[in-house]
């Protein structure tokens, strides 16, 4: 099984709002990622875990809030986000972030911040 | 700080036509990734090519890793509809003390039936 599942697929949400984005694998993987996709332009790291444990914020606002219950599960909290925080989030995970290994992307969740 | 370039950023073909985007780093890469990602998808990982002047293939896609180990390149013979999407290179660069991913800015490809 090399699938990663994210939920939901789509989510429109007001700034005010408190909404989580939630990825899941199965792959045994022990690095899972966050990343932001902006139109036309490449996906741009924002987390990184490792066996659970945070290892990377790429300088991310407070706004949004991750957090790994397991090894299987992602999720991002998003709380009082604004209208260029619009974009497709995607999950990711890999054996080891580490040694630069292959990722393996979710679909994704469309947001949309009104 | 260290980028990861693509050219070009679009490119149109006409069906049966060649492809070739082109990879470029300003600093030695460990290795290189490709992803495919096809309009509304997600990047689906391609291949990784490791060593100095690597070339992989797979059906009609060939991959090249450079000498130097800052750029490479995917070639596609004889485009078909299906390769529709745009192509990322990725390599870790260093970054605050560790190596993270970096994803190229892309071609995006459209082949014209």
């Known amino acids: 099984d090399t699938e990663v599942t994210q939920t939901p697929k789509h989510l429109v949400m007001g700034m005010t709002n408190k909404k989580s984005l939630k990825c899941e694998q199965h792959m045994g993987h022990r690095a899972m990622y966050w990343y932001k996709q902006k139109a036309k332009k490449p996906p741009e790291l924002m987390f990184v875990?490792?066996?659970?444990?945070?290892?990377i914020n790429e300088s991310v606002p407070s706004r949004f809030s991750p957090e790994c219950p397991n090894s299987s599960l992602l999720n991002l909290h998003l709380h009082a986000l604004q209208p260029e925080d619009s974009a497709l989030y995607l999950c990711?995970?890999?054996?080891?972030?580490?040694?630069?290994?292959?990722?393996?992307f979710g679909p994704g969740t469309r947001l949309l911040v009104l | 700080g260290q980028q990861v370039m693509q050219i070009p950023q679009y490119q149109h073909v006409q069906e049966g036509e060649d492809f070739t985007t082109y990879c470029n780093s300003s600093t030695t890469l460990s290795n290189i990734q490709w992803y495919k990602q096809r309009p509304g998808g997600h990047p689906v990982f391609l291949i990784q090519?490791?060593?100095?002047?690597e070339v992989k293939k797979q059906k009609r896609l060939t991959f090249q890793f450079g000498e130097a180990k800052k750029n490479s390149s995917l070639h596609i013979t004889a485009t078909q509809t299906t390769d529709v999407g745009t192509y990322f290179c990725?390599?870790?660069?260093?970054?605050?003390?560790?190596?993270?991913?970096?994803f190229g800015t892309g071609t995006k490809l459209q082949v014209i039936p």
């Open positions: 990725a390599g870790p660069v260093n970054s605050g003390g560790y190596q993270k991913v970096t």
């Open positions: 990711a995970s890999s054996q080891d972030w580490l040694v630069a290994e292959t990722q393996y």
């Open positions: 090519l490791v060593k100095s002047g």
């Open positions: 875990y490792s066996y659970e444990k945070l290892s």
